[in-house]
């Protein structure tokens, strides 16, 4: 089940670790749905519940999604360890770096990292 909470005055929905995949355009319209609805600034993925395809960029999946959430203005964050992904792809060492200098699509470690994000 997907709770609303408030990290550092920010309303932010953190999406279930159990559940099905979210690998595609509909499936993040679920989730900025919710979030919009919650009244969420932020929607927290855990990144066990992204697809493969996602941290696989030549299938755009990621590209897709990340966009679909900049269209709502709705932040992202996928969090959990990555590593074995960014381990095997330089590319996706660059997207990430890129998206973690930015505001709009963050990829944290742990709840730790994300309510120190939160908070600057």
Not at 86 to 102: I, P
Request: net charge negative.
């Amino acid at each position: 089940m997907n709770t609303l909470r408030t990290i550092h005055d920010v309303p932010v929905l953190l999406c279930a670790a159990e559940g099905g995949p979210i690998g595609g355009e509909r499936d993040a319209l679920d989730v900025i749905g919710e979030a919009s609805y919650q009244g969420a600034r932020w929607a927290v993925v855990p990144a066990e519940r992204l697809d493969g395809a996602f941290f696989r960029l030549s299938t755009r999946v990621a590209g897709d999604i990340v966009q679909k959430f900049a269209n709502y203005r709705l932040g992202l964050v996928v969090l959990g360890d990555i590593s074995r992904h960014t381990a095997d792809s330089s590319a996706l060492r660059d997207f990430v770096r890129e998206c973690n200098r930015g505001q709009q699509t963050w990829f944290v470690a742990d709840a730790d990292e994300l309510a120190e994000r939160l908070r600057g």
